[in-house]
T-cell receptor, first 119, second 113 residues
Framework: DTAVSQTPKYLVTQMGNDKSIKCEQNLGHDTMYWYKQDSKKFLKIMFSYNNKELIINETVPNRFSPKSPDKAHLNLHINSLELGDSAVYFC??????????????????FGNGTRLTVT | DQQVKQNSPSLSVQEGRISILNCDYTNSMFDYFLWYKKYPAEGPTFLISISSIKDKNEDGRFTVFLNKSAKHLSLHIVPSQPGDSAVYFCAASSSGANSKLTFGKGITLSVRP
């Protein structure tokens, strides 16, 4: 069984369109994340949700809007797509004690990524 | 500002020999370090970690060494196997509320049969 699953795996779209990427985890984790891997290969955090509450929001354009309907799901909606949004987007989950930060016994579990290509 | 640096983009070793992957960091607040392994078209998977209270952690063929004074850590794989060929990411985090993992850009390891 896939622990962290995200769909679609590939997404090709034109500039200006709106698209969504879905993520689900069945690990019972309470924290979910979106990471972006750009052309320079760095994995950079975009958002983090703990029990459906936004706890990390890096300097990401407000065209990106995460939504967490429950703690097992974290979707990413992107409005008005731009060429620079082309990247691989990874969803991840972990256990994290919100007030004390990292749970050292629970590293991130990643999905297999969504390759977004904006033309 | 790259807080986690993996300066060598690639490494090629012979099967059976040791692979040494290096990582440097600049943020002295980092106190927990992890290595992730990534195959093509898959997400990164957790490999091994080390807390700043230790200088070595071993798990089977994988050993991570931490040198806090030099802000340097390394991953040793002994013996290397062709299945180890992948991209290896170093990551670091500080403790405290809402801390986050900061990743390096990865090293591509190729193990030749």
């Amino acid at each position: 069984d896939t622990a962290v699953s995200q769909t679609p795996k590939y997404l090709v779209t034109q500039m200006g369109n709106d698209k969504s990427i879905k993520c689900e985890q069945n690990l019972g984790h309470d924290t979910m994340y979106w990471y972006k891997q750009d052309s320079k290969k760095f994995l950079k955090i975009m958002f983090s949700y703990n029990n459906k509450e936004l706890i990390i929001n890096e300097t990401v354009p407000n065209r990106f809007s995460p939504k967490s309907p429950d703690k097992a799901h974290l979707n990413l909606h992107i409005n008005s797509l731009e060429l620079g949004d082309s990247a691989v987007y990874f969803c991840a989950s972990s256990l994290q004690a919100r007030r004390t930060g990292w749970s050292y016994n629970s590293p991130l579990h990643f999905g297999n990524g969504t390759r977004l290509t904006v033309t | 500002d790259q807080q986690v640096k993996q300066n060598s983009p690639s490494l090629s070793v012979q099967e059976g020999r040791i692979s040494i992957l290096n990582c440097d960091y600049t943020n002295s607040m980092f106190d927990y370090f992890l290595w992730y392994k990534k195959y093509p078209a898959e997400g990164p998977t957790f490999l091994i970690s080390i807390s700043s209270i230790k200088d070595k952690n071993e798990d089977g063929r994988f050993t991570v060494f931490l040198n806090k004074s030099a802000k340097h850590l390394s991953l040793h794989i002994v013996p290397s196997q062709p299945g180890d060929s992948a991209v290896y990411f170093c990551a670091a985090s500080s403790s405290g509320a809402n801390s986050k993992l900061t990743f390096g850009k990865g090293i591509t390891l190729s193990v030749r049969p």
